[in-house]
């Protein structure tokens, strides 16, 4: 997923604004969906996404923060989530020289986070 966000600890890169993927791995159970054919029986990936973007609206200094905020919103709407990783990057971060992105992983359970 690509956002356009304003994430950071300068606070020209709150002002700014930046781009930035979040990549995001979940394990439910899927058993009951499998044969029902039924949207309602598993998690809803257009949910999760808006779940992520609103995530996303939200400044913060650090992407430990942001990814802890993701896994926060998704762990408690969506129940069904047994464990979930997600990884934040930043695009081409203000570090003083060429860089493509720096990037956090971060892993949580479902609900119990």
Do not use: W
């Not at 029986?41 to 913060?60: F, G, L, P």
């Not at 020289?97 to 986070?113: A, F, I, K, N, T």
């Amino acid at each position: 997923m690509e956002f356009y966000a304003y994430h950071g600890c300068f606070a020209e890169e709150q002002v700014i604004g930046n781009r930035f993927l979040v990549d995001l791995e979940i394990d439910v159970d899927t058993s009951v969906a499998e044969r029902s054919d039924r949207l309602h029986d598993t998690v809803n990936y257009q949910k999760v996404y808006d779940e992520i973007k609103e995530a996303m609206t939200h400044k913060s200094h650090l992407l430990e923060h942001l990814a802890r905020r993701i896994l926060d919103a998704l762990g408690a709407r969506f129940p069904g989530i047994r464990h979930m990783k997600v990884k934040v990057s930043k695009m081409n971060p203000p570090m003083g020289g060429r860089m493509r992105c720096v990037s956090l992983e971060m892993e949580g359970g479902g609900g119990e986070e």
